[in-house]
């Protein structure tokens, strides 16, 4: 019944999402690039580390990151809306613009990792069915996604790699929408029949727990691809669009932590970032399958959006004399050396720091643009986000740290 329910549920997503004229309009395919990086590996992972962390507090955990996910976004909202017009016409004075541009740097670095790591995640879902727990062999895979995500780019531009990440996102709201069905089914069922059967765990803080809490930043990461579409949206179309995109983020994130609840103390044999799996074996055979492909299409989506990410920076960076179809392969090239060099808990430290960089950097010329307007107390709420940013790059620390 809870397996037919999430199954049904994920199949009339689909074809409302995959309709066309969902799929044509240009405020979802502006919404879908951010949304499909905030929600790329979160949903996976965010649950065990949270779990083990804050036990059935971890919903409580996750609202706190997505809180200061959107007064980041703020920041990165007022330069769409205030820098942006002043760097284009060159009156943007030297601080904030020298500010902005090494902000698209570290951005830049942190892009090409996040898209190693998203890929280096989607090759190990897609390998786990067969066994294959083999690093090369992960690396292998990555190594085939990108040459295909580069030469797809470079043969077909721009709107061709959104269009798979447009494509890419709907499969997984479709997935996710099935568990969340899925799961508040079961919930509702044992809370009714047999309150003592769901594995209820209390609910805990430490305060060594705040370092790891503040490093899983990238969890919620994501939403600045907004600021880089280059020209193909408006300026207000992607303020309006990176809003609904995280607060659409946060009602999955929310809504999927409260009905994964009862599951939180049951016990796992993978503590790996395949543990979610395990954790979802005693409810339905489906959902686990459902996770997998909800693993496939969420880091295929969030490494093409963090793609197109990075491909509009740099294009935005080179002053328009780098062809955005260009990008792409070297996007490509540069994220395989990555995967090569390191392995995912290296990825997902060096990621984790660069956003955070990114982030108090941008909250430093929105604290710049706010001043110069004559806004004093804006300025004020963005320099305290800068300090809170720089406090996450000095004291967060990997969950594999924890």
Known sequence: ?????????ALALTLCLFHPRTVGADAW????????SIIGSGFLVSVPILRDLYGSWAVFAMAALLAVAYLVGSAVRNNI??????????????????????????????YFVSVAYYLVLFASFLLKPFGVHNGIAVKAVVTVLLAVIGSIGLWRGFRAVEGLEVYAVASKLAVIGGL????????????????????LIPGKFEG???????????????????????????????????KVAQLLAAAIYLVFFLVMTPLLGVSTVDHGVAEIVDMLRPVSLV?????????????????????LGAGGLIHDFGGSRIALRHTYPLIALVAGVVTWE?????????????????????????TLSAAHRGEPG?????????????????????????
Do not use: K, W
Not at 1 to 9: D, S
Not at 82 to 108: C, K, M, Q, T, Y
Not at 218 to 236: H, K, M, N, W
Not at 378 to 402: H, K
């Open 342 to 366: 390191t392995d995912v808990y290296a990825l997902i430290t060096f990621a984790s720091r660069c956003f955070a960089v990114y982030y108090a950097l941008q909250c430093v010329v929105a």
């Open 208 to 242: 060594g727990s705040i370092p790891v809490l503040l490093g899983l930043l990238i969890l919620v990461q994501g939403f600045e691809t907004s600021r880089f579409l280059g020209d193909a949206y408006a300026p207000e179309l992607r303020v309006r669009t990176m």
């Open 29 to 36: 395919r502006a919404v879908s690039t951010p949304l499909a």
């Open 378 to 402: 804006r300025a004020g709420g963005f320099a305290s986000l800068a300090l809170l940013c720089a406090a996450i790059v000095v004291f967060g620390i990997p969950a594999e740290g924890g």
């Open 81 to 110: 809306l205030h820098v942006e017009p002043l760097l284009a016409n060159h009156d943007a004075g030297r601080p904030i613009a020298s500010i902005e541009r090494l902000s698209h740097l570290v951005l830049a670095f942190a």
């Open 1 to 9: 019944m809870i397996g037919v329910a999430a199954i049904l549920t």
């Open 287 to 307: 959902l686990p399958l459902l996770v997998l492909l909800g693993a496939l299409a969420s880091q295929s989506s969030a490494a093409i959006a963090d793609t």
């Open 180 to 199: 969340v069905a899925g799961l508040a089914l079961f919930a509702g069922y044992t809370l009714f029949t047999d309150p003592a059967a769901q594995s």
